[in-house]
């Protein structure tokens, strides 16, 4: 007679999540694979330099997610989201969390968007498997973002069920409220790839119903220097910046000397003020 199994009897653990990385620095790739190959439940299968080889690399390996940067060169990160989408679970990765942008990739699908700084690499691995299994996570700053943007859209979304929110004002109409026409926004699939490479930059004023970025093309500094401007403009230490960047403590040091002297700066407050747009005279025009 054949024995049942034991109830306790062990069970094979679940195949590892498989992960495609796609950023364009390499290094932030390497670093990112090596950190995610720590653990024994994610495996990393493909890395890839921009949008194009993502979706390579998805339809060869048929992740169960990407790990997405937003600004890539060729195809951004934005662009090839909905593609993305279609065969794996898509998490942004990323060090803008502005609102705008945040908005928009989730509603190309984004499970999640997460911003380099405020995270370690248990609290990543743990944000792989939620958005794996189809829980949407956000950090800090994409949280705040999104929690901004929606409450500065009055739009209303849709009918609520018959008794909420419902007017309470004696001289409101009786059959609803009146609400002024809404403009559609300002942000879609066609004008947000046109932010792509500024994507990280803050407005410093308004036109037309749009944030105005500040002119930064003045300062000429170069790519690794804007991003770690926009670092240092977000309120992070030297330390946090090379742990986000992968690089030494020394090196971004020397990288603020340089920046402090083509923004013509002392100081973070005022290096940060001028590259915001909100020092005066700043953001502007070339002066």
Known sequence: ??????????????????????????????????????????????????????????????????????RMPGVDGISALPYLVRIASVVMLTYSGESEIVREALRRGAGGYLVHGEFTADQLAAAIRDIGEGRPHF????????????????????????????????????????????????????????????VARSSSGWTG???VAPDRSRYRLSAREAEIMDLIASGMTNQQIAATCFISEKTVKNHINRIFAKLHSTSRSEAAAKWLGTAPGSGRGVG
Do not use: K, W
């Not at 390499?26 to 439940?41: I, K, S, Y």
């Not at 309470?168 to 699939?189: E, K, V, Y």
């Open 139 to 198: 950090t800090p700053t994409a949280a705040g973002a999104l929690l901004s943007q929606l409450r500065q859209d009055p739009r209303p979304t849709g009918t609520l069920p018959d008794g909420l929110g419902a007017a309470r004002a004696t001289n409101a109409p009786p059959n609803g409220l009146d609400l002024p026409h809404i403009p559609p926004s300002p942000t879609s699939a066609e004008n947000l790839s046109q932010l792509q490479p500024g």
């Open 209 to 211: 119903g749009r944030p």
């Open 1 to 70: 007679m054949t024995t049942p199994p034991h109830p306790f009897a062990s069970v094979p653990p679940p195949a590892p999540l498989r992960v495609v990385v796609a950023d364009d620095n390499p290094v932030v790739r390497a670093g990112l694979t090596a950190l995610l190959t720590g653990h024994e439940d994610i495996t990393v299968v493909a890395e890839a330099a921009d949008g194009r080889e993502a979706c390579e690399a998805a339809r060869a390996h048929r992740p169960d997610v990407v790990l997405l940067d937003v």
